[in-house]
């Protein structure tokens, strides 16, 4: 059996990096020329079952440098004025781990150089007689597999070919990503798992991005066959613009910035700092978007995974974590028959109908925490606020990722 993997996202590569432990034959095609061309290394919570469904997919041996290139995310969370005066602690919070979605590419492309292809983006597929089905690029070439898996993101050409009455929601993006090298004057800013700075307009989610090693270096001794990026630990952080902020200028991030240090004018000199020393490449606007859920599609050799099919905003913390699960998922289902104990349309589909469930429940969570995680700010509350009530030293479960953690502490900010 052959799988054709369209996308080298973290969901598709997490698929790929599955089926090759599993032995099964599996091709990778990527659209964009290499995996450094576009930069996109921002902090990605992982917990609870996609942590474990990540763990299933990657070879053991890769276990300790997965573990090495991630950073805690655990501790205190702090709620702070505009002057960095505490207002409130939203109690402690431990488990999971913080994973940059760059470096975490670089890790899961180890061993698949020979599989994968760059520049090769889809324009449709065609499914043979023969019961194959051949993927089509933009460059005129093709390549024909038992199984095509859309693992092609929220704009996916696969899920629009397949599903082309599946809707995709912009909601209104009024949040700026921004991300600032980490010093010692930063770190101080978030001491333990996150801090909420809340003005009297904006407010501003903090989050440490600390490898516990610099990846490239672990890398170098742990797994030398696989090259990681010489990243840099950073802050990352999510401002919420107040309500008629308009339009973000379209021209590049140190116009937005330019913007955002009007907004915090006046805000203790290490908040302002933080704004003014982010990184031009790699902060940006912020859309969020939502699939609307849709019935199952009948058998087919073409199926999808990840965002392509559930994208869901961030305030959950579950977009990766789901595309990892459905990855480990459909691992299972296709090694089934791989051992001759299933037929592929029947493990494909029974895949799917699991994959839509847990999909678009998470899909549902999120859109939940939504209005807690972009309401405007309150006026500081007078007195401390109370502590949340799984304050006082919880252990967080694993299965909640980190953004959902940003987002509980950020509900308990706005009441
Ligand atoms: C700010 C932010 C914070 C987040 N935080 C978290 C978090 O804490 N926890 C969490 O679990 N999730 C988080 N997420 C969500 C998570 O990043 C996504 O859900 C995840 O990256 C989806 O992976 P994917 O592989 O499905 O899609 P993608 O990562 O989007 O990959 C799709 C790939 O397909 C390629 N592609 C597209 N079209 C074609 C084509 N025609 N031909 C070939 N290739 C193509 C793309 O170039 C891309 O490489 C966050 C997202 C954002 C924006």
Known sequence: MRVLVIGAGVGGLCLAQGLLKAGIDVRIYEREPGVDSRYQGFRIGLGGAGLDALRACLPQRLHALLEASTGEIAGERVMVDQQLKVIGRLGAMYGGMATDRHVLRHLLLAGLKERIEFGKRLVEYVEQADGTVTAVFADGSTATGDLLVGADGVGSPVRRQLLPHAE??????????????????????????????????????LGRMEFRRPPHLAAAELAPDVELPAAGSYVRWVMFLPEGTGELPDDGWAQTRELLLKLVDGWHPDLVELIRQSDVVNSSTLTA????????????????????????????????????????????????????????????????????????AAVAESLEKLPAFTSRPVEPAPNPVEPAPNAGGRQRDAAEPAAEADERAMRASTR
């Open 289 to 360: 978007r939502y699939a609307k859920p849709v019935p199952h599609w009948g058998s087919r050799r073409v199926t999808l995974l990840g965002d392509a099919i559930h994208v869901m905003p961030p305030s959950g913390g579950k977009g990766a974590n789901t595309a990892f699960r459905d990855a480990a998922l459909l691992c299972r289902r296709l090694t089934e028959v791989e051992r001759g104990e299933a037929e592929l349309l029947t493990a494909v589909e029974r895949y799917e109908r699991e994959m839509l469930d847990h999909g678009f």
């Open 168 to 205: 995709v929601v912009a909601l209104d993006g009024r949040a700026v990503l921004g991300r600032t090298p980490l010093t010692d004057r930063f770190a101080r800013l978030v001491p333990g798992f996150g801090t909420i700075v809340r003005g009297s307009e904006v407010s501003v989610l």
